[in-house]
C-alpha cells in the first residue's frame, strides 16, 4: 500500500485547489457583503435605541426624583384658595425653568382643589385657548368646586391679569389621581394628548405624605422630536415612538398634530407579532414594493414602543452593484471545484471518521474492541497504534482504580461495622440482600418493574457500592451513643452515682437515728423512722434502677414518680467542679455556686448537664433538603430528663445523633466527585431510612421520590438488623419473625409492598438465612398469608 506523509496529502490538495480559491472568495464576498450590512444596520439601530431609551429613562429618573423629593414637602399641603401666589408657585415656576419638558405642574388636595403652574412656551396654541396676553410665560389654573380662576404672569413672574370662569372640573375623578391615591410609591401614566394643547404626553404623580395630597407633573414628549431627529440613519429614515394602540405620538418627521395610524396592512405578519410581544429584533419586510429595515422595542417603564426605520436600497447600493456578475461567476467556478474537493476532502475525512469510532469505543470503555484502521496515511496509521495501545492501558488502570476503590469502601464499611459491637457484620451483610433483590428486580416481568434493569457492569457496581457505603456516616457516631444500654448510660453508667446518692440518705437515717438514742428521745419511735425510711430508700432506688434499664412504654404516671423522687434532698460537703476538664468546666456557672455544705435534689436537671449544639449550618442543612428536626441542644444529660425518656433508653439529643448518619452519608458521598456511571451512589446509600409516606429521615421523602432501587435498599437494610444474630443488645429474631414484623412496615407503607412481595416469591429469604442465619434461627414462613 502507498503511503505518504499528511504534509504531502494537505499539499497536494491545496495545491489543486489554490487555484479556486481565489475565484470563490468571490462569490462569498457577495454573501458576506450582505451580512456585514446587515450586522453593521443591527449595531446602528441597536445603538439609536439604546440612546433614545437611556434618554427616556434618564428623563422618566429626573421627574420621578423630582416627586420623590416633595413627598415630604409640607408647603404643598396648605390650602388652596383663589390666591395664586400660593408657597407653591415660585417652586413649581422653578422646577420648569430647570427641567425641559415639564408642560405643567399641579397639586390636588383631598377636599379636590386644584392648583397647577402651566408652562405657555410648550405650544402657541396655549394662548389663544386661554385668551393669555402675549407676554405671558406662566398661566395659573386654581380650581376649587365648580369656579375656575386663570391667572397670568409674565416671565419674571410678575402677575399680569386674571379672570374666573365657571366650570365644574374634578380633578379627583381623573386616572391619574386614582392611580396616585392607591399605589405606594409614584406612578406614570400611559402616553395620551394633554387637554389643553393637544400634545402627546405621559402624567407623573405622586401622593404626600401625612395627607391626601397628589403632586402631579405633565411631560410632554414632543420635545423628543428633535433629540430623535439627530439620531436619524439617513434622511429618508424614520424614529418614532407609538403607544399599544399603534399610535404615533412623535417622530423624527415633524407630525405636530398628526393621528394617522400606523399602517400594518401590508407589513409581513412577523413584523406585526414582534411588536405585539414586544421582543426586540431586526425586520427585514416590504411596503409598497420597497424593502426596509426596522427595528421594534419596548421602552422599560413605558406603554410605548420604539420604532427606527430605513430604506434597505440605501444599505445594499454600495454592495450590490460590484457583485452582481462576480456572484454568478463564482457560482459557476464553485461547481467545477465540487467534484475535486468532494474526493480530496473524502481521502481525509475518511480515516478521520474511523479514529472517532475508536474514539467513541475508549470513551464508552469498550476497550476490547478498539482496532486499527485501513489508511495510507502514516500519521493516521501511527495514531491509530497510539489508540490501541492506550486503550490497553486505560483498561489496565481502570481495573488497577476499581479494585482500589473496592478495597477503600469495604475496608470504610469494616471500620464502621468493627466500631460497635451493636453493628456486626451489618455494612457486609446489606448489600449481599440488596443485590439479589436488583436481580430479581431486573427479570421480574411484573408491571411494576417492567421499567426497572440493572444490568449492566456499572449500574450493578455502582448499587453495589452504595449498599457498602449506605452506613459509612456512622463513623462520626459516638460508640456511647450507639451502645448506650441505659437511660443514664453516657461513656459509663451514671446510676452509680445515683446509687451513692441513696447511700448518703441511708446513712443520714441510720445517723438521725443513733443521734436520736444519744438524746435520749423515744428509741422504738426512732427505729422506726429508721426502718420506713430505709425500706422507702430501697424501694425508690428499685424503681429508678428499674426506669434506667428502659423499655417499650413509661407512662405519665412512672414520670411523675421520679419527680417525686428527684425532690428528696441530700446533703454535698464537696465542690462538684473540682477534678473537671477544659471544656466541661466551662459548664458550670461558678457566679451561683452554693455555699458548702450544700443541700441538692436527689435527682436533677443541671446547667452542666446541657451541651450546646455550637456551629450548626441551618442554611447548609436546608439547601441539602434534610428536613430531620434538629434538636435544640448537642446533648442533654439531666437525670430527670432521661430518667423519663418514655421509650427506649435514648433522648431526643441521641436519636437524632443516630439518624444523623444518614444525613453525614450523604454529605460525605455527595462530595465525592464520583464519575457519571457512579453519580447514583449517594442516593443509593441515603435513602434507605426513608419510607413511602414521608415520615422517614432524613429529607421526608415520597415513595414517588424514591427509585426501585432506594426502596431495595430500605428493606434491606431493615431485614439485615432483624435477623443479625452477632448484636449483643438484642436476642436474634427468627426468620418468621421477621418476615412478620416485615409485613407490618409494609402494612405502615415504610417498606414497598411489591418489593416485599418479590422477596418472599423469589424466596430470597430463605436463600440468604442457609448463608447468614443460626440454624435455630431459620423456622417455616408461610407467605401465602403475606401475598
Not at 405621559?202 to 391626601?212: D, E, H, M, R, V
Not at 440488596?434 to 431486573?442: G, P, R, S, V
Not at 477534678?579 to 457566679?591: A, C, T
Not at 421520590?705 to 428493606?715: E, G, H, T
Request: hydrophobic letters at 40%.
Amino acid at each position: 500500500m502507498f503511503q505518504q506523509t499528511i504534509r504531502a496529502h494537505i499539499l497536494t490538495i491545496f495545491l489543486l485547489l489554490l487555484g479556486l480559491l481565489s475565484f470563490s472568495i468571490l462569490a462569498s464576498q457577495y454573501y458576506f457583503s450582505y451580512q456585514l450590512a446587515e450586522e453593521s444596520t443591527q449595531k446602528t439601530f441597536k445603538l439609536i435605541a439604546k440612546n433614545i431609551t437611556t434618554h427616556i429613562e434618564n428623563s422618566n429618573q429626573k421627574i420621578l426624583t423630582i416627586l420623590n423629593s416633595n413627598i415630604d414637602n409640607s408647603n404643598l399641603n396648605k390650602q388652596i384658595t383663589f390666591d395664586a401666589h400660593h408657597p407653591a408657585f415660585s417652586y413649581f415656576t422653578q422646577i420648569i425653568e430647570s427641567n425641559r419638558g415639564i408642560y405643567s405642574i399641579y397639586i390636588t388636595q383631598e377636599n379636590g382643589s386644584f392648583y397647577e403652574i402651566l408652562n405657555m412656551n410648550e405650544s402657541p396654541t396655549l394662548y389663544s385657548i386661554f385668551n393669555a396676553p402675549k407676554e405671558t410665560r406662566w398661566t395659573n389654573i386654581i380650581s376649587i368646586k365648580n369656579k375656575t380662576k386663570y391667572s397670568f404672569f409674565n416671565k419674571d413672574k410678575k402677575f399680569i391679569s386674571s379672570y374666573f370662569i365657571t366650570k365644574n372640573f374634578n380633578p379627583k375623578e381623573q386616572s391619574w389621581y386614582k392611580m396616585a391615591l392607591n399605589s405606594q410609591k409614584a406612578i406614570m401614566t400611559p402616553a395620551y394628548k394633554f387637554t389643553y394643547s393637544n400634545r402627546p404626553g405621559i402624567t407623573y404623580a405622586t401622593q404626600l405624605k401625612k395627607s391626601n395630597t397628589i403632586l402631579a407633573i405633565d411631560y410632554t414628549l414632543q420635545k423628543l422630536h428633535t433629540y430623535l431627529e439627530l439620531q436619524k440613519f439617513e434622511k429618508d429614515s424614520e424614529i418614532f415612538l407609538f403607544d399599544a394602540t399603534n399610535h404615533i405620538v412623535v417622530s423624527s418627521k415633524e407630525r405636530l398634530n398628526d393621528t394617522e395610524k400606523l399602517e400594518f396592512q401590508t407589513i409581513d405578519k412577523a413584523l406585526k407579532v414582534a411588536v405585539l410581544t414586544q421582543k426586540n429584533q431586526i425586520v427585514k419586510y416590504k411596503l409598497d414594493n420597497n424593502d426596509y429595515f426596522s427595528l421594534y422595542s419596548k421602552i422599560t417603564n413605558y406603554s410605548l414602543f420604539l420604532g427606527i426605520k430605513v430604506d434597505a436600497k440605501y444599505l445594499l447600493a454600495p454592495y450590490i452593484k460590484s457583485l452582481k456578475y462576480s456572484f454568478i461567476l463564482s457560482i459557476l467556478l464553485l461547481l467545477f471545484a465540487l467534484p475535486i474537493i468532494f474526493l480530496a476532502v473524502s481521502h481525509i475525512v475518511k480515516p478521520i471518521k474511523a479514529l472517532i469510532t475508536q474514539n467513541q469505543k475508549i470513551k464508552n470503555r469498550q476497550f476490547n474492541q478498539v482496532t486499527n484502521i485501513q489508511t495510507n496515511i502514516i500519521e493516521f496509521i501511527e495514531l491509530s497504534d497510539s489508540f490501541v495501545v492506550m486503550s490497553q492501558s486505560i483498561q489496565e488502570y481502570q481495573k488497577s482504580q476499581a479494585e482500589l476503590l473496592d478495597a477503600i469502601v469495604k475496608l470504610i464499611a469494616e471500620a464502621v461495622d468493627a466500631k460497635s459491637a451493636y453493628t456486626g457484620g451489618h455494612c457486609e451483610r446489606v448489600p449481599k440482600i440488596a443485590q439479589m433483590l436488583i436481580a430479581e428486580a431486573t427479570k421480574s416481568d411484573e408491571e411494576v418493574f417492567k421499567e426497572f434493569s440493572l444490568r449492566s457492569e456499572d449500574e450493578l457496581r455502582e448499587f453495589e457500592i452504595g449498599a457498602w457505603l449506605h452506613d459509612c456516616g456512622k463513623v462520626t457516631t459516638p460508640e456511647y451513643v450507639v451502645d448506650k444500654a441505659t437511660k443514664l448510660e453516657t461513656i459509663n453508667n451514671r446510676i452509680h452515682e445515683i446509687r451513692t446518692r441513696f447511700e448518703v440518705l441511708w446513712r443520714d437515717a441510720q445517723i438521725l437515728y443513733l443521734e436520736s438514742k444519744l438524746k435520749g428521745s423515744d428509741e422504738k419511735r426512732a427505729l422506726e423512722l429508721l426502718n420506713t425510711t430505709q425500706e422507702q430508700l430501697l424501694e425508690d432506688f428499685k424503681f429508678i434502677a428499674d426506669a434506667n434499664i428502659g423499655g417499650e412504654f413509661m407512662n405519665q404516671e412512672k414520670q411523675e414518680r421520679i419527680k417525686q423522687i428527684a425532690e428528696k434532698e441530700w446533703q454535698r460537703n464537696f465542690d462538684d467542679s473540682f477534678g473537671l476538664g477544659e471544656v466541661e468546666i466551662l459548664r458550670y456557672n461558678k457566679e451561683n455556686t452554693p455555699t458548702l455544705p450544700a443541700t441538692e435534689k436527689l435527682l436533677s436537671d443541671k446547667k452542666q448537664h446541657i451541651i450546646e449544639r455550637e456551629n450548626f449550618d441551618y442554611d447548609s442543612y436546608e439547601a441539602y433538603g434534610f428536613k430531620e428536626d434538629v434538636p435544640k441542644h448537642l446533648y442533654n444529660y439531666g437525670e430527670i430528663y432521661n430518667l423519663s425518656i418514655a421509650k427506649g433508653t435514648l433522648s431526643a439529643e441521641e436519636r437524632y445523633k443516630i439518624n444523623e448518619h444518614v444525613i453525614l452519608t450523604i454529605k460525605m458521598l455527595e462530595k465525592i466527585p464520583f464519575p457519571a456511571q457512579m453519580e447514583k451512589i449517594p442516593e443509593y446509600a441515603g435513602t434507605h431510612h426513608e419510607t413511602l409516606i414521608g415520615t422517614g429521615y432524613p429529607r421526608k421523602l415520597k415513595k414517588e421520590q424514591l427509585s426501585i432501587a432506594a426502596r431495595i435498599m430500605a428493606l434491606s437494610d431493615v431485614f439485615e438488623a432483624l435477623t443479625a444474630s452477632d448484636r449483643p443488645y438484642k436476642k436474634a429474631k427468627t426468620l418468621s419473625e421477621s418476615i412478620k414484623i416485615l409485613s407490618f412496615m409494609v402494612k405502615d407503607e415504610h417498606l414497598d409492598a411489591n418489593i416485599f412481595k418479590l422477596f418472599l416469591k423469589s424466596d430470597l429469604h430463605n436463600l440468604y438465612a442457609k448463608k447468614y442465619l443460626k440454624a435455630e434461627q431459620i423456622d417455616k414462613v408461610d407467605i401465602e398469608q403475606y401475598l
